[in-house]
């Protein structure tokens, strides 16, 4: 499965963005799907992950309350909703596919999109 994220932009702390990871090749209803985030000099995290059919997700604890993981199958895409951004949010943001299950190990994930650059300025 190709994945491709998309919905980045530069934005001030306290704002909002929808990220979308978008499929291709395979159905991605076939897989758990999950957001990680890099910043500069700092290694790649988890974010987010939802289940294949939706019904249950897990979040950073960092990102709880504020950010919210979905999936509309028939579209076949994954999006990221973040509200209430902090400076520190600012990453390149990725989305990744496993065949497994959700969780928070990069090794999990089999299938890795390139990312898209969230700025959140102070």
């Known amino acids: 499965v190709q994945l491709q994220a998309s919905g980045g932009g530069l934005v001030q702390a306290g704002g909002s963005l929808r990220l979308s990871c978008a499929a291709s090749g395979r159905t991605l209803s076939n897989y758990a799907t999950g957001w990680f985030r890099q910043a500069p000099g700092k290694e790649r995290e988890f974010v987010a992950a939802i289940t294949r059919g939706g019904d249950s997700t897990r979040y950073a604890d960092s990102v709880k309350g504020r950010f919210t993981i979905s999936r509309d199958n028939a579209r076949n895409t994954v999006y990221l909703q973040m509200n209430s951004l902090k400076p520190e949010d600012t990453a390149v943001y990725s989305c990744?596919?496993?065949?497994?299950?959700?969780?928070?190990?990069?090794?999990?994930?089999?299938?890795w999109g390139q990312g898209t650059q969230v700025t959140v300025s102070s």
């Open positions: 990744a596919a496993s065949p497994y299950c959700i969780g928070s190990l990069i090794g999990a994930y089999d299938y």
